[in-house]
């Protein structure tokens, strides 16, 4: 009975020990405003790198890389984009644009030599959400899409190869915190 107990405790701690949103350390803050006039607002460690572009902010963990690159062993590189509805729904062709039609719209672009994993929906902060591990020869990547006050944001994650699980947490955690004001449509 006390093995029990003990294991239930370590596991509780365990779980209470898990990386959250409010748990990114020392955050700092960026926006980014797109051609719409929304303000993309992302927060992320302060030691990482940050730069914005029109409607996108790209985060290195390491100066110096992108999502573009090839990310090295123990680094991530995270884009998080806005999109207005009027754009998601040129993307989305059959149906209502939720995360998850917006997720599989974007695999169906993706080559034939990536393998992708199932769209998962979830919830961020209460708002639903949709994710999507996909596996290249350069690296993984893990894609969230959330829906934000009629409009979605869009994180990409890269990691090496085979590096995805050490560094979800904080993928999820820029998904959790990112906002992004729309102007009107």
């Known amino acids: 009975m006390i093995r ?4 239930l405790l370590l596991m ?9 949103a409010s ?4 955050p700092a803050t960026i926006e980014s ?23 996108n902010v790209i985060l290195g963990s390491q100066p110096g890389i992108s999502p573009e690159s090839n990310v090295p062993p123990g680094a991530v590189a995270v884009n998080v984009s806005g999109i207005a509805s009027a754009l998601a729904a040129t993307l989305v062709t059959d149906g209502s644009i939720t995360p998850t039609t917006l997720l599989n719209a974007y695999s169906n672009t993706l080559s034939d030599d990536i393998q992708t994993g199932t769209i998962t929906e979830t919830t961020l902060n209460g708002k639903a959400a949709a994710r999507l591990a996909i596996s290249a020869n350069e690296g993984d990547s ?11 944001i869009v994180v990409i994650g890269v990691t090496a190869k085979g590096e995805l699980a050490q560094q979800e947490a904080a993928i999820v955690a820029i998904a ?5 004001d729309i102007a009107a449509e």
């Open 4 to 7: 029990r107990l003990l294991f």
């Open 12 to 20: 509780l701690v365990a779980a209470a020990c898990e990386p959250t």
């Open 23 to 26: 748990s990114i350390p020392t």
């Open 33 to 55: 405003t797109d051609v719409l006039g929304g303000v993309l607002t992302v927060t992320y460690p302060q030691t990482w790198s940050a730069s914005q572009t029109e409607g």
């Open 142 to 152: 893990l894609i969230i899409a959330v829906e934000h006050d009629g409009a979605f």
């Open 176 to 180: 959790e915190q990112a906002t992004y």
